[in-house]
């Protein structure tokens, strides 16, 4: 048998590469998400949700690393084909040119970020994660896409590496593990109550609370270096930066 650690993480590797040229955003979201779903689920059934957040984190780290890279090639494949990549560029574009938008306002930002979390919970605990998995795939999707149209636009001296760095945030990268682990936390409690007719009700407690403390880091960082990020991101795009904001895109 496959190892589940194979099953999930492979096909996140290889097929953004084979699926960002075909510009079929709902085939590009949902084909590297299908072999993690079924492993993840039989992680949650046999009572291991550590073992189910351990694929998941490793799937988006897989598929994060492989979109960006293929973004990063074929840029305008990536804004065609990975659902609302071309609008998050723009509005990421605009407040980097600007200041202006969301990202560093936290009236702005946070509604955004407690709807996103709570429908996290809610939908994994009625799909037994299965949900969650493709509302990730999305939402790391046009994130992916936006980082690799960075790395493709970055001022040339600067390497590929720093630039993917600098356009996926620290506080986005602990947003990433906030939602896995409250995916994981509303999966097992939702199979234990609404499937399991076996009765066990695994505590979701503590891998809830690990979310929690992620989702408060993400918060803060954002917060307070939003703004210091946005300079590292305007130098780093230099003319490429007001592109779009300016219009001209």
Sequence with gaps: MIPA??????????????????RHPLLFAV?????????YARAIA?????????????????????????????PDDAMRTIWHAG???DEMLYWIATGSGAEGHIERFLPRVL???????????????????????LLLGYMNGYVGWVVAHADPQAPPLVAA???????????????VLAGTAGAAWGYSRLYDRRGRKP??????????????VDILLKWRMAPLWRGF???????????EAGGSG
């Design 233 to 243: 991101l305007r130098a780093l795009l230099g003319a490429s930066a007001g592109i």
């Design 46 to 74: 046999a009572g291991r949700p550590k073992f189910a957040a351990f694929l998941a984190l490793a799937w988006a780290a897989a598929l994060s690393v492989s979109t960006v890279a293929a973004a990063a090639v074929s």
């Design 5 to 22: 650690i194979l099953v999930a993480v492979i096909p996140a590797l290889a097929l953004p590469w084979l699926l960002l040229p075909l």
């Design 165 to 179: 760095f600098l356009a996926w945030p620290p506080w986005s990268m602990a947003r990433v593990a906030s939602f």
């Design 31 to 39: 084909a590297p998400t299908l072999p993690l779903a079924f492993a």
């Design 87 to 89: 609008p998050y560029r």
């Design 115 to 137: 709807i996103e979390y709570a429908v996290v919970l809610a939908v994994s605990a009625v799909t037994v994660g299965a949900g969650a998995l493709l509302l990730g795939a």
């Design 203 to 216: 505590s979701a407690g503590p891998i809830l609370t690990a979310s929690l403390v992620f989702l408060l």
